[in-house]
């Protein structure tokens, strides 16, 4: 068994494992004396099983708790409940609660640790790709409320964050598929060898592609935790796939936003005289090629406009997107002319 870790630096650094069968790693994460919490998706409980034995083998005391684990989750009368689990457990400052499952999981439980006696330490034992690759690693928690998703949440490193392959066994096609996005962007923004390993066969080189992606991730988080600067880079595709993700009212995955976002910033790269041409094509043919959408509605365009001048990343109504001035080096297009984000976005919509 070869386990691979991945600091990731900052005030608070931490390790990512990443391998096969790994779940012993999450008793060295925990730490002891310490009792855990295991918080778990319910699509994975069953999976996750070995890891309670490994945690009380370890001498941690531990109790599970199994949440649906879908966004519906990230909701405020959870986050609640979850609140009042941590208080029977009389969970205190020196224990740890475990998130086992996806990004919703993690994001819901990351932020309820956060709050919890205003900050009790939390792993992250991530069971999607989405997760493994972005959600778990960063530190970001939330949840969603009525005026929209994320708005809520706490800046909270993990003490620890464990990638377990074998849980993507059982991983629906889609929701491999749009995690595959956050691969490929990691690719595009900063290693572009993702790309050469993503054109080949993405199933032959998960392992590899996970560990280059986290690779990408910690050095951008660990530069940055708070996005003062580096980690913008991070949001390459997402101004336009947030919005798309606002329009779909959250029913599309959010890689597969993305995608699109991606799409349509390698356009604007390209129009605004940042990117050559094969770069930018490059984008659409691998997306596509990984079974994730490139394209979108063309009348959409007007309501896609005004929900990218809400996002909470855009600054006083200006917009900001993260471009390409060639493969691994991204740049800031700051408030770029309505014309030129036009033309970018007939070509996504022409695709
Ligand atoms: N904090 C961050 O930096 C960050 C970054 C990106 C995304 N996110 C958040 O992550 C969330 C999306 O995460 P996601 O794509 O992992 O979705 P998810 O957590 O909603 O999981 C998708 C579905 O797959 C199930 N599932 C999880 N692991 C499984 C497995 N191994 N086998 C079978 N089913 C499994 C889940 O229970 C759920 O039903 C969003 O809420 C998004 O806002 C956070």
């Known amino acids: 068994m070869t386990i691979t870790r991945i600091p990731v630096r900052g005030e608070s650094p931490y390790e990512v494992v990443v ?7 999450v008793a060295a994460a925990v730490g002891c004396p310490a009792r855990a919490l295991v918080v778990c998706a319910d699509r994975v409980s069953a999976a996750a099983t070995g890891l309670l034995r490994h945690l009380l083998a370890a001498g941690i005391a531990t109790e599970q708790y199994i949440l649906p684990g879908t966004e519906a989750d990230k909701a ?7 609140w009042d689990v941590l208080a029977s457990f009389e969970v205190s400052r020196t224990d740890c609660v475990v998130a086992v499952g996806g990004g919703s999981t993690t994001d ?3 932020f309820a640790a956060a709050t919890w006696l205003r900050g009790v330490r939390v792993v992250h034992v991530p069971t999607t790709l989405l997760g493994m690759v972005d959600a778990a690693v960063g530190g970001k928690t939330g949840i969603n409320t ?3 998703k994320n708005l809520v949440g706490a800046f909270h490193p993990p003490v620890g964050v464990v990638c377990d392959l074998t849980f993507l066994a059982s991983l629906p ?15 595009f923004i900063a290693d572009p060898e993702i790309l050469d390993l ?3 066969d993405p199933r032959a080189h998960v392992r590899e592609l996970i560990e280059r992606a986290v690779r990408v991730k910690a050095e951008v988080v660990g530069a940055d935790l708070r996005e003062g600067g580096r980690r913008e880079i991070l949001n390459y ?14 029913r599309w995955r959010h890689g597969d936003a993305v995608a699109v976002g991606m799409v349509f910033a390698a356009a604007l790269g390209r129009l605004g005289g940042h990117l050559d041409r094969p770069t930018a094509d490059r984008h659409r043919t691998l997306l596509r090629r990984l079974g994730l959408p490139t394209s979108y509605d063309a009348r959409a365009w007007p309501a896609l406009h005004a929900a990218m ?3 909470k990343k855009s600054r006083g109504g200006r917009l900001r997107f993260i471009v390409l001035d060639g493969l691994g080096t991204p740049g800031v297009l700051d408030d770029p002319p309505t014309e030129l984000l036009e033309s970018a976005y007939a070509e996504v919509s022409a695709g």
Request: glycine residues 12%.
């Open 173 to 187: 096609d889609p929701d491999y598929t749009a995690g595959l996005a956050e691969v490929a962007k990691a690719g």
């Open 19 to 25: 391998g096969a069968d790994v779940l012993t790693e």
């Open 146 to 148: 009525a005026a929209g």
């Open 237 to 250: 595709g997402h101004t336009l796939g947030h919005a798309i993700e606002r329009l779909q009212h959250y």
């Open 108 to 110: 819901l439980v990351g």
């Open 198 to 200: 993503l054109e080949a």
């Open 309 to 311: 001048r809400l996002d």
């Open 76 to 82: 405020v009368e959870t986050l609640a409940r979850l």
